[in-house]
């Protein structure tokens, strides 16, 4: 596929599986990081806080931009009960996580911000997993052989755990990698014949 966009990209992002998922639908870029304190504002819930921390990491690129640039970032949560999940500290708070997240329905929210000649656009999508009931020996083998300590919500759906735990996922399966790629590949035609 050739891509004529008026504009380069640069992913905003040190993700291996965000980096991937680009590279998968054939798009060319640019690899940036600029460092950011994920912190939010606590009466931020669910995609707002996702959409804040995209727009964060964003805004931390401006005036490092050239014109012709076009910024990708993004960040994905884990919501249980309306409670923001994030990336585990240690294998005991992966346990518990995990054990939380047993049996039950929770919804993963990426957040996804553009940035282009100093203009911010954003959109989210926002994906349901459900877990089967998962034993403390399955949790305890996860954490042991796999690494779940830079993936939010304690587990990466594309891992072991994922492929023996979910039973099922309403939505984007690509969202719950970590970018849901089929939204951004059409928001990038839509700002690119916006631009023409």
Known sequence: MNYNFPFKLVLGSKSPRRKQLLEDIGLKFDLRT????????????????????????????VGNLADDELLITSDTIVCLDDVVLGKPKDAQAAFDTLSRLSGRS????????????????????????????????EI????????????????????????????????????????????????????????E
Do not use: C
């Not at 203009?119 to 020996?137: G, M």
């Not at 919500?153 to 099922?168: A, R």
């Not at 849901?180 to 690119?192: D, I, M, R, T």
């Open 34 to 61: 600029i460092e950011v304190d994920e912190q939010y504002p606590s009466e931020l819930q669910g995609a707002d806080v996702a959409l804040f921390l995209a727009e964060l990491k964003a805004k931390a690129f």
């Open 106 to 137: 929770h919804e993963v929210i990426t957040g996804v911000s553009f940035l282009y000649q100093g203009k911010l656009h954003s959109f989210y999508e926002s994906t349901e997993v459900h877990f089967r009931n998962l034993s403390a020996d």
């Open 140 to 195: 305890n083998h996860y954490i042991a052989h796999h690494h779940p300590f830079d993936k939010a919500g304690s587990y990466g759906i594309q891992d072991w755990i994922g492929k023996i735990g979910v039973s099922y996922i309403k939505g984007s399966y690509y969202n719950v990698v970590g970018l849901p790629v089929v939204k951004v590949y059409g928001e990038l035609k839509k700002l690119a014949s916006n631009a």
